[in-house]
Each structure stands twice: as structure tokens, then as C-alpha cells.
């Protein structure tokens, strides 16, 4: 059954979607680019007000260039946080295959994500590597927020191998990227482990705004009837 994961900035944030049955609570800062970074105590205080309830997932940052060693101090830094996942966005070039390696001894301690983009021409031989590293899962997101949800950028077809190839290697597969209640139908066949969401849950759909009570309400009623035996 395919779950849903909701951004949000702060403890209260974090309240609301808990409230509205989000299945991971996510710390993103969405002022900060794609995968931006909160500041380590506003999710470690984040992580208090969970409580285990849920898992706590959080980003470390963009990091075009993937800089092995600032990368690996960052996750290092979210880590001690308490989050169950961090998110590490993967931008292909000349650094990447360093950074992975500098990753994978942090893998056998911390449960790391990888982030591949569907607007950067996404490697899909990563995710049996990233397996054989240690990573605990993988998805799929947009980096560019103002140019398309993710259908626009990968086809069904390509979406559906996404997620067979990441379960095939033994990961957890999340599909994001400027998500919306009327892509749910066509994403859910495909059965990845959760949805990431943030602009359908914020006014406006906004995703550098609040959240909206009335789409995160309408959001969580959507999902909740997608996993229903009867669809209702």
C-alpha cells in the first residue's frame, strides 16, 4: 500500500500533517531550492514533537557539484538530528561517483535517501548501485519546481520502471515532484511506498507558503480513500 509523505517547516507544521494521517513527516526548507536544508535544531525539534509517531525524514541541501566532503558533513550533521531518513539530492557530473563512495560507509549507520531528478535525465542504473552502498531507498522528485510536475517529465512507462527497479534492488521508491490530488490515480498503480507532497498542501499551492487546512484535509481524504479495499 502506497503511504504519503508531507514537507514542512517547522513543529507546527509538522502537527498539522501528523493530524491529517501523513504517513512520513518530512523537514524541508522550500525557501532554499529543491532539497534545501532547515537549520539542525528546528529538526531536531521537529523530530521531539513526532515522537516516533511517525518517521522523520529531512534534507541536507542542494549540492550541485557533490562535493564529497561537504556532503558527507551534512548528512552527518542531519543525522545526529534523530531523523529516521536523510535525503541526499544526486546531480550527475564529475563528483557524484566520489560522493557515493564517501556515502557509503555513513549508509551502514544512518538510513540514507537518494534523491535523483526527473528533470536531469535521471540515472536509472542508480538505484542497484546505490543497493549495493547501503542506501535504505530512493526516489524520484523534480529539481526545477516552476517547470512541471513529474508527469510532465517522465512518462508512465518510465515512471512504472522507476519503481521496479528500485524494488528489485531491495528500496524503498518515493515518487515527488510538484505533486497534485489528480495525479494520485495515476501515480498509485505503479505501488512505490509513498507520495511526496508540498504545493498541493500549502496555499495556492504554493509551495513557499503555509499550508492550506483545506488542501491538506482534502489531500489526506484523497489518499486515504486510494487505500481503501474499495477505492471509497
Not at 552502498?133 to 516552476?146: I, R, W
Not at 528500496?171 to 505501488?191: E, M, Q, R, T, Y
Not at 499551492?205 to 487546512?213: E, F, G, Q, V
Request: aromatic share 4%; with cysteine.
Amino acid at each position: 500500500m502506497t503511504g504519503w509523505l508531507a514537507s514542512i517547516v517547522d513543529v507546527d507544521e509538522a502537527r498539522q500533517v501528523l493530524a491529517a494521517g501523513a504517513d512520513i513527516v518530512d523537514a524541508k526548507n522550500p525557501h532554499a531550492g529543491a532539497l534545501g536544508a532547515l537549520d539542525l535544531e528546528v529538526v531536531a525539534a521537529i523530530v521531539a514533537a513526532v515522537a516516533q509517531r511517525r518517521p522523520v525524514s529531512a534534507t541536507i541541501g542542494d549540492f550541485p557539484d557533490m562535493p564529497a566532503e561537504a556532503v558527507t558533513r551534512a548528512v552527518t550533521a542531519m543525522a545526529g538530528t534523530g531523523v529516521d531518513f536523510v535525503k541526499i539530492g544526486l546531480f550527475p557530473g564529475p563528483g557524484l561517483d566520489p560522493c557515493l563512495q564517501a556515502l557509503a560507509p555513513l549508509a551502514r549507520r544512518q538510513r540514507l535517501v537518494a534523491v535523483l531528478f526527473a528533470d536531469r535525465v535521471p540515472d536509472f542504473r542508480l538505484p542497484a548501485r546505490l543497493a549495493g552502498l547501503g542506501f535504505a531507498g530512493v526516489m524520484l522528485d523534480t529539481a526545477d519546481k516552476s517547470a512541471g510536475g513529474l508527469l510532465a517529465h517522465q512518462s508512465p512507462a518510465r515512471l512504472a520502471e522507476f519503481v521496479a527497479l528500485a524494488r528489485r534492488s531491495g528500496l524503498l521508491c518515493g515518487l515527488a515532484g510538484s505533486l497534485k490530488v489528480a495525479d494520485i490515480p495515476h501515480l498509485l498503480p505503479f505501488v512505490p511506498e509513498y507520495l511526496g507532497f508540498r504545493g498541493a498542501l500549502c496555499h495556492q499551492h504554493a509551495r513557499t507558503r503555509s499550508l492550506d487546512p483545506a488542501a491538506l484535509a482534502s489531500l489526506g481524504r484523497a489518499m486515504a480513500s486510494a487505500a481503501s479495499p474499495t477505492g471509497a
